[in-house]
């Protein structure tokens, strides 16, 4: 399995999801090969919760990263889990049309064009 996967899986570990127990961790590789990792951080108001993938974008563009590569999205699921219409958003802001890899810790993976996954999407240009 490839660095970033790995990277996702390592970093759900680190999820706090006592509420749904549903563990998800994200990877997302910058243009200069850095890896910013991401887990899922709910709260007890439910609403205030975090995915993984939007923790990962943020932590990135906070350490200065500006262009993205790939992300890895990692849960533990057989039909692998994708990312909710709030992180597609935001992942376009910041990275695109970017490179998504899907992984379980079985080791199953798919990959997807986050262009596919999140078609006309609302962005500057329409401001
Ligand atoms: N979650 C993520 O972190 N990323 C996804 O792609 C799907 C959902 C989190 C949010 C919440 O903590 C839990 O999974 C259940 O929805």
Not at 7 to 27: C, I, T
Not at 96 to 117: H, I, M, S
Request: charged share 25%; aromatic share 8%; hydrophobic share 45%.
């Amino acid at each position: 399995m490839d660095a970033l996967c790995e990277a996702a899986l390592r970093a759900r570990e680190n999820a706090h999801a006592p509420f749904s127990m549903f563990k998800v961790g994200a990877a997302l590789e910058d243009h200069s090969g850095r890896i910013h990792s991401g887990c899922n951080v709910e709260n007890a108001t439910f609403g205030l919760t975090i995915c993984a993938e939007r923790v990962a974008v943020l932590k990135a563009v906070s350490e200065g990263a500006r262009q993205f590569r790939r992300m890895a999205v990692a849960a533990d699921t057989d039909r692998l889990t994708p990312p909710c219409g709030a992180c597609r958003q935001v992942l376009w802001e910041f990275c695109g049309d970017l490179e998504l890899v899907l992984v379980n810790p079985r080791g199953k993976t798919e990959a997807f064009r986050l262009k596919d996954l999140f078609p006309r999407p609302f962005d500057a240009s329409y401001l």
